[in-house]
């Protein structure tokens, strides 16, 4: 883990700023490649992000190519001031933006929200994915990092191959050919004619700041890239809906469709096949670093190879 020191926050946000004064540091969460810092500063609010990896040099890259891709469509995202791979001013690399106003949604007390500002919320969350989907690409794939299909199919074939081999070898072992054989037999379902659109595909509370019952901005795009719209509605539903039959649910949904979101008949087997792509992510990480897992390992692993065998003996992916 990275610390980050008052002669190093001062090294960082002098470039930006000449005339920096005495900086306040806060630690606010330590990823797998990234540690990350808000830095207040002579009424100033910035995130710094620090790493020492090539893959956090490439979450950072990407990341600013798509935050200027988002504000470029009014969709409120934090503003990218500098990103330093050189190491010259500190030993790591950083990308500093602006912080978002507002608070996390994970940490809005939602129970003691009325319906009414329930349902504005999320009718207001279906109007920014849905013009987050009306962004469209003739590729599919990440092409941020280099990846580019001429169909959604053979990119979410990638994906998966790329995502299964972690596992090979590993206490997933089995989990990995059952999902592999499951996944082969079903996935002419989602060979369809589709546009490359934007998936965030990360969209937890967590990741969307609200303020005064409005929606302020969206971070941590780092799993964005270009595919099914159907993709990251899957992502969105697991995390925020507990039912299809919640009022949020249907706000949301009647939103999306309003200002041009759309799927095709059939949604839902994929959403059940697209869920299935997304297990070897979180059994990969499991695997790949334990430590962070030391006193819940044994647990972690058979919750996952649980969830996995309910789902392939039942085939259906209820919310």
Request: one cysteine or more; proline letters at 3%; aromatic letters at 12%.
């Amino acid at each position: 883990m990275i610390t980050l020191s008052q002669a190093e926050a001062q090294a960082i946000l002098s470039s930006y700023d000449k005339n920096v004064g005495n900086i306040a540091i806060q630690q606010i969460n330590t990823g797998y490649h990234a540690t990350v810092f808000h830095l207040s500063t002579d009424g100033k609010e910035l995130i710094v992000k620090v790493g020492n990896s090539h893959e956090f040099q490439k979450n950072c890259e990407k990341e600013a190519n798509v935050f200027d891709l988002l504000r470029k469509a009014d969709i409120p995202v934090p503003e990218v001031l500098m990103v330093d791979f050189s190491e010259a001013r500190v030993p790591y690399s950083f990308i500093v933006t602006s912080k978002v106003s507002g608070t996390q949604m994970n940490q809005v007390d939602f129970d003691s929200l009325s319906k009414a500002r329930k349902q504005s919320l999320y009718e207001e969350l279906g109007n920014y994915v849905a013009r987050m989907h009306a962004i469209n690409n003739n590729v599919f794939g990440d092409s941020w990092k280099g990846e580019s299909f001429t169909t959604w199919s053979s990119a979410l074939d990638s994906q998966f191959e790329q995502q299964l081999r972690v596992l090979q070898g590993t206490v997933f072992e089995e989990s990995r050919r059952k999902m592999k054989e499951y996944f082969d037999a079903n996935k002419a379902i989602v060979d369809l004619p589709t546009a490359g659109s934007f998936l965030h595909m990360d969209l937890h509370r967590g990741n969307i700041f609200v303020e005064n019952n409005h929606i302020t901005g969206f971070i941590d795009p780092g799993d964005v890239l270009w595919g099914s719209n159907e993709y990251d509605l899957m992502r969105l539903e697991l995390a925020h809906f507990s039912s299809e039959e919640e009022n949020t649910y249907k706000q949301f949904f009647t939103s999306y469709e309003r200002h041009g979101g759309n799927f095709l008949p059939g949604y839902k087997k994929r959403r059940a096949l697209y869920w299935l792509t997304r297990v070897p992510v979180s059994m990969g990480l499991i695997v790949t670093f334990p430590e962070k897992y030391s006193e819940y390992y044994d647990r972690a692993v058979l919750e996952e190879q649980t969830s996995l065998d309910r789902f392939l003996k039942e085939g259906v992916l209820e919310l």
